[in-house]
């Protein structure tokens, strides 16, 4: 498994030139609109579903 989760675009702008950043530990640049943001997975969800 990867240590990092690659985005496919920017959750800002939408954009799709994204860097890997070193600081944060596994951030993302958005070359767009220059924000840096973090991909987390969280879990997944094996409660029963209400109909």
Known sequence: ???RATPFYCPYCGDEDLRPQ???HAAWLCTGCRRVFVVKFVGISVGQ???
């Open 49 to 51: 579903v209400s109909r």
């Open 1 to 3: 498994m990867t240590e």
């Open 22 to 24: 070193e600081e944060p």
